[in-house]
């Protein structure tokens, strides 16, 4: 299994600014996956992040608006830029281990209000 | 798009009774269907999976149920308890990592009552 570290675990932020979520695994991990949940909603996947290389981003999603990185096998940021109210969401880290198995571990989300 | 449809939206069953969430796909490329529990305030916890070359899968209280030729799969939890009261979200895959990518259902609250 794996544990999920995430910081900050809410805050409240005024528009147009940015703020960064940090997300901490405790083991090395290949991939790492950024979702975001809005309220009373499903999690959709903004983006993945490999070591190394630049993130993937899915469909309404782009680099500008949610920068990530991904410096080593256990660390990722994800970045959220010039934040409007629709920014308002729970965003949440996870890793997949290897080996095929198809699991997914989440972090306890981000609650990111903002006003 | 929503790539899995899940239902109900929420589901209110008494303490010892059977709770049953469904979830459809469409896309048949799909091959690894798990299911995610929530509590408040915490991420989503695997709580069983499925591929499709099996109809059911046991564990513990939790089953799926999968009918790979009506592109469905549900969820069943006997004798349900408060404990179990939690948002389930079914899911959806293709390839061998699993959990690249994974679809969401909408989710479903359960409230079991004491």
């Known amino acids: 299994s794996a544990v999920i570290s995430q910081k900050p675990s809410r805050d409240i932020c005024q528009r147009g600014t940015s703020l960064t979520i940090q997300c901490q695994v405790d083991?090395?991990?290949?991939?790492m996956f950024w979702y975001r949940q809005q309220p009373g909603q499903s999690l959709t996947l903004i983006a993945t992040a490999n070591q190394g290389s630049e993130a993937t981003y899915e469909s309404g999603f782009v680099i500008d608006k949610f920068p990530i990185s991904r410096p080593n096998l256990t660390f990722s940021t994800l970045t959220v830029s010039n934040m409007s109210p629709e920014d308002s969401s729970i965003y949440l880290c996870?890793?997949?281990?290897?080996?095929?198995?198809?699991?997914?571990?989440f972090g306890q989300g981000t609650r990111l209000t903002v006003v | 798009q929503q790539q899995v449809k899940q239902s109900p939206q929420s589901l209110i069953v008494q303490k010892g009774g059977i709770s049953i969430i469904n979830c459809a796909y469409e896309?048949?490329?799909?091959?690894?269907f798990p299911w995610y529990q929530q509590f408040p305030g915490k991420g989503p916890a695997l709580l069983i999976a499925i591929r499709p070359d099996v109809s059911e899968k046991k564990e513990g209280r939790f089953t799926i149920s999968f009918n790979k030729s009506a592109k469905q799969f549900s969820l069943h939890i006997m004798d349900s308890q408060p404990g179990d009261s939690a948002t389930y979200f079914c899911?959806?895959?293709?390839?061998?990592?699993?959990?690249?990518?994974?679809?969401f259902g909408t989710g479903t609250r359960l409230t079991v009552i004491p």
């Open positions: 083991s090395q991990v290949t991939m």
């Open positions: 899911a959806a895959s293709m390839g061998r990592t699993g959990a690249n990518n994974l679809f």
């Open positions: 896309n048949t490329a799909f091959d690894y």
């Open positions: 996870s890793v997949a281990l290897g080996g095929g198995t198809g699991e997914a571990f």
